[in-house]
């Protein structure tokens, strides 16, 4: 398993090992459309994969149900399937974006739950030493990388984008963020990766260089909302109530994770 974990980076890493868990344990990653009868489903972004997975049985003893819950891409997967009508559920933790886009659609409930702020940071694999603490260090850190990766869909992708965009430099760098595989690197050459901080402290095989500088970081709020179709809206709130809690208070904060401003329980 140590293996297949070092063959992928960045938000892939984090998907990869929690898939590469249940294989192991001779089960599929949970799926919000495999759900029973009575069990709370929730779709919750990748971004907070790291600090939910460890306290996933102390939500369901809070909250007194089975709690299913689907990670995945904000913007990719988890967007697609809510839109395309797969199955209903009680809870979305996602971005603003697309709750926005949900709220057209009528897949949720009007309202939303703030729940977190995780700022967008730069990890390196390699053992280079690098500059990122201003704009043109920046540019100048990304031209010269072996290979530069973030996901395209998830959570730190407006950050990424903008950073590219605004160095004008998307077309340069060696971007391989839709490669399989881990890119090859000797000697001095280094990669690096945009991802949300969380994701970043998550990946052992990365070195956490701290949240990109804020003339590029694109604010990341987490919040929750309530499905349209809701067939438990009392489990659904009791979830989020212990979301918006202290409980995760600690492990949100060694994950690199700030409460947003308002997450408290109502």
């Known amino acids: 398993m140590r293996k297949l974990a070092s063959l992928i980076s960045g938000t892939g890493f984090v998907l990869l090992l929690a898939h590469a868990s249940a294989f192991a344990q001779g089960a599929s990653a949970p799926k919000v459309a495999d759900a029973k009868p009575g069990d709370v489903r929730a779709y919750i972004t990748g971004a907070l994969q790291a600090p939910m997975r460890p306290v996933i049985d102390q939500a ?6 089975n709690l299913v819950i689907e990670f995945g891409g904000a913007r990719g997967n988890l967007e697609s399937e809510i839109l395309a009508g797969n199955g209903d559920f009680e809870v979305a933790v996602l971005l603003p974006d697309v709750d926005e886009k949900l709220l057209a659609a009528g897949k949720i409930k009007p309202g939303t ?14 053992n280079a030493t690098v500059d990122l603490s201003t704009p043109e260090a920046i540019k100048k850190t990304l031209l010269a990388a072996t290979s530069v990766k973030y996901a395209p869909t998830g959570a730190g992708a407006p950050t990424a984008t903008k950073i590219l965009n605004d160095l004008h430099i998307a077309d340069q760098v ?22 949300p901080q ?25 919040e929750a909302t309530i499905g349209k179709n809701a067939n438990d809206e009392a489990g659904a709130k009791a979830l989020i109530k212990w979301m918006q809690g202290p409980a995760l208070d600690t492990i949100f904060k060694e994950n690199g994770f700030q409460r947003a401003k308002g997450a408290t329980p109502n």
């Open 60 to 65: 369901k003893q809070a909250i007194g149900k």
């Open 113 to 126: 739950y703030p729940i977190a702020h995780l700022e967008v940071a730069f990890g390196i694999r390699g």
């Open 174 to 195: 060696k971007d391989n963020s839709k490669a399989r595989g881990e890119v090859p690197l000797t000697g001095n050459q280094y990669e690096i990766n945009i991802y």
């Open 198 to 222: 969380s994701e970043i402290i998550a990946n052992k095989e990365l070195k956490n260089l701290g949240p990109v500088i804020k003339d590029f970081q694109v604010p990341l709020d987490i």
